[in-house]
């Protein structure tokens, strides 16, 4: 369970979250705790029940069904975007771990390891300190498997196309880490991430007069050398594809199969979204969270500007939660504590609100039904949906 503000203004949250550091690496042998709980390298992994998910009408279940697949569609895109490597290290790894039989049987057991790190954290970096991680084999091994899965018809990487993979997966300091915020004479944090918003070869010093277009959806590439910016789009019509294309297209279809099973108002909203996945023009949607019906919240957007040095572009992130109206009156009270909260924090006379403008925040307790993009195993503890979402939803 986590929160939603309805307002735009501080509020503290408590939360169960869906994974947790551990501090110690679990053998892949002996992973599952009595907790029904799993480790997975040095994080360990918390299921959460759908306890919300009954109480639904069989046309909320199913419109809550296509916004989810329209969230898991478009995971991959995070892919793409975490790590320049990330998405191919993901195809091979998983291509191969289907066919786990056809493997040396401990080799396939590390490998399924790998593949368990690779999907929680998204890429080949750990979510929490942004340094890569590495598997428990080494490449002559992993070759091998590759060499044994072809020989029994298994469609792989060329031969180049592995090699080119050797080093982000095994060179501890080839894209070392995810996303380096730390200025320095000799540690650019553009050129020093592995983040994909920037191609090789571009550092601070290249974008210090260069303005984004698409700010949160794209990639700025150099092209003749002209620094310019790659949008993340379905396409479709007159508009030529963009990046993640295949997954956002999937995306934007399960939007459109969701539209039958919404109410006029959403109808509205959700072809608007589906229109800016293909186009990668998301500005008619500017605030890319909605409730659905008053019951289902929906997050979908590229919103999460931390995973940039610069904090302008932003990873896709997409949430479907429902509400859990019997926990609001719980944190309703919490909330009725911020004013009083605000004033006795230690702040100059000329920082503080008057204590007349300090109103409690609105929020409402939802239940994680469906996350992906970085939402994915780490959601957030609570989301900001001020404006039109209050409006819509019927809360104050």
Known sequence: MFLVAMQSQPFVLAALLACAPVQTRTPVSDRTSSRGS?????????????????????????????????????HPVVLLQNGRHDLAVWELVDALAVHAELLDPQFAN???????????????????????????????E????????RAAGVNLPAEDALAALEAPIFDP????????????????PVAESAMNHYAPGISSWDLVDFTDQRPLNS???????????????????????????????A????????????????????????????SGDLTPVEEPSSWIGGTLGFDFGFTDGRSDPREVKGVLEALVVLRDPAADALFARAAALAPAFEGRLPWL????????????????????????????????????????LASRSGLP
């Not at 919300?52 to 419109?63: C, K, M, T, V």
């Not at 992993?142 to 899965?149: E, F, I, N, P, T």
């Not at 109103?359 to 992906?372: C, D, E, G, K, N």
């Open 173 to 188: 300091l080839v894209d070392r880490l995810r996303l380096n915020k730390i200025p320095g004479t000799l540690r650019d």
């Open 349 to 388: 006379p000329g920082q503080r609100r008057p204590a007349g403008e300090r109103a409690p925040p609105a929020l409402a307790a939802v239940r994680l039904a469906a996350a992906s993009g970085a939402a994915f195993a780490f959601p957030p503890i609570g989301l900001s949906w001020p404006g039109r």
């Open 38 to 74: 799993e480790k997975v390298g040095d994080v360990e992994v918390v299921p959460l029940a759908g306890e919300a998910f009954d109480r639904l009408s069989r046309s909320e279940r199913l419109l809550g069904y296509r916004l989810a697949q329209a969230a898991i569609a478009a």
């Open 142 to 149: 992993l070759h091998a498997a590759v060499q044994r899965a």
């Open 110 to 140: 590390r490998l399924l390891d790998y593949r368990r790190r690779l999907f929680l954290h998204g890429g080949i970096h750990d979510a929490y300190t942004q340094m890569k991680f590495a598997p428990d084999f080494t490449f002559a």
């Open 219 to 249: 990639r700025i590439r150099r092209e003749a050398g002209v620094l310019e910016e790659e949008p993340y789009r379905a396409g479709g019509g007159e508009v030529p594809p963009g990046l993640g294309a295949p997954y956002l297209a």
């Open 251 to 278: 995306a934007a279809a399960e939007l459109d199969a969701a539209l039958p099973l919404a109410g006029a108002a959403d109808q509205d909203w959700l072809r608007r979204l589906a229109a800016g996945v293909r």
